[in-house]
C-alpha cells in the first residue's frame, strides 16, 4: 500500500509544440489533448486514431498520454488478488486459466499479461523517445527501453523502467520522412471502452509508389507493445496491394505462441492478422491530405 499521493499537475507537462526536430508531447497532457490537436491529426495520425480508441470520452478528458503508456501490466487474476507470480507466488494462473481477453499470443515468461495501452504502440511505431527527469538530470530513452517488459526496478517488479525517484516528463516524436502515413485499428470486445482484443499501429514511407520502410506494431497481445519485424521487411519495396496487405498481415503474426493450456487465445492471432490487414487498407484509401509532406 503506498503512503502518498504526488499530484503532478501543476509542473507544466502539459503541452504539444511542434519544433523543427520534430513534436514535443508533455507527459500530463489529456488523451482528448492529443486527439483533438490538428497537428497532432496531420503529423502524427496513427497517435489521435490510437487516442480516439481509448475507452470514453470522459476518461480521454481526464487520462494523460503518460498514465497511458505507463500504466500496469495487469490482468484479472492479479486484480483479484491471485497469489500469481507478481503478487508473491509462483505461477502464472493466467498461463493456465481463463486466458481468452487479457493475455500474450507472443509467449511470456514469469507473467503473460497484456500492456493494454493503446498510445506505447502507436508511439513505438512514430519512433517516439521518451524523456525522464531525476535527481541526477534528464535522460532520453527509446520506447522499447522505457517499456522492456516485466522487469524489476529498485527491487520492484515493473513494466517500465523509470525509477521511483525518476518523473517521465516527455514524449518526442521525430520529424516524419516525406510521403509517410499512419494509421491505427484495434479489436474489442465492447465496442465503446474495451480494452484491445489486439491492435495494429501502421506508419509507411512511400516513395514513387513502393513502400520505402515500415513500422509495424501490435498493441494488446504481448507484455510490451510487439514489432511485428517480419511484416515491415515484406513490406519495404512493395506497393501496398491487396495481395502485400494479406502477406504483411499473415507476417505479422507468424510467431505467434498462443496459449492452449486453459481456455486459450489462439482466436486472437486472427484477430491480430485482421487489425493489421484493416490498418494497411486504410491507408491504402486514405486521402491525400493525411499524407505527410
Not at 504526488?6 to 511542434?18: A, E, P, R
Not at 482528448?32 to 487516442?51: C, F, H, I, K, M
Not at 491505427?184 to 513502400?211: C, E, H, M, P, Q
Amino acid at each position: 500500500m503506498f503512503k502518498y499521493l504526488v499530484d503532478l499537475s501543476g509542473l507544466g507537462l502539459s503541452y504539444i509544440h511542434s519544433t523543427g526536430d520534430g513534436m514535443h508531447i508533455g507527459a500530463t497532457t489529456t488523451i482528448s489533448s492529443v486527439v483533438n490537436d490538428p497537428n497532432v491529426n496531420a503529423v502524427a495520425t496513427v497517435l489521435a486514431q490510437a487516442g480516439s480508441s481509448i475507452a470514453t470520452q470522459q476518461i480521454q478528458s481526464m487520462g494523460t498520454v503518460g498514465g497511458d503508456v505507463l500504466q500496469e501490466v495487469w490482468c484479472p487474476y492479479l486484480r483479484n488478488d491471485f497469489p500469481c507470480w507478481r503478487n508473491g507466488g509462483n505461477v502464472c494462473y493466467g498461463a493456465i486459466g481463463d486466458n481468452r481477453y487479457y493475455h500474450s499470443i507472443f509467449g511470456g515468461r514469469l507473467c503473460y499479461a497484456n500492456h493494454a495501452g493503446d498510445l506505447a504502440p502507436a508511439l513505438t511505431a512514430l519512433g517516439a523517445q521518451a524523456s525522464i527527469q531525476g535527481p541526477n538530470g534528464s535522460r532520453t530513452v527509446s520506447m522499447n527501453e522505457l517499456l522492456p517488459g516485466i522487469t524489476v526496478t529498485n527491487g520492484h517488479i515493473k513494466e517500465n523502467t523509470v525509477a521511483f525517484n525518476e518523473i517521465l516528463t516527455e514524449f518526442h516524436i521525430p520529424t516524419p520522412a516525406s510521403g509517410s502515413k499512419s494509421a491505427f485499428y484495434k479489436v474489442r470486445d465492447r465496442g465503446t471502452w474495451d480494452f484491445a482484443l489486439a491492435s495494429a499501429a501502421v506508419v509507411l514511407n512511400f516513395s514513387g509508389g513502393s513502400i520505402a520502410s515500415a513500422s509495424v506494431v501490435l498493441g494488446g497481445v504481448d507484455v510490451v507493445p510487439h514489432r511485428a519485424a517480419a511484416a515491415e521487411s515484406y513490406l519495404v519495396g512493395k506497393s501496398l496491394s491487396e495481395d502485400v496487405i494479406q502477406g504483411a498481415a499473415a507476417a505479422a503474426v507468424q510467431d505467434a505462441t498462443p496459449l492452449t493450456w486453459g481456455t486459450g487465445n489462439s482466436y486472437r492471432v486472427k484477430i491480430a492478422d485482421g487489425a493489421v490487414r484493416k490498418a494497411l487498407r486504410s491507408l491504402s484509401t486514405t486521402p491525400n491530405a493525411s499524407v505527410w509532406s
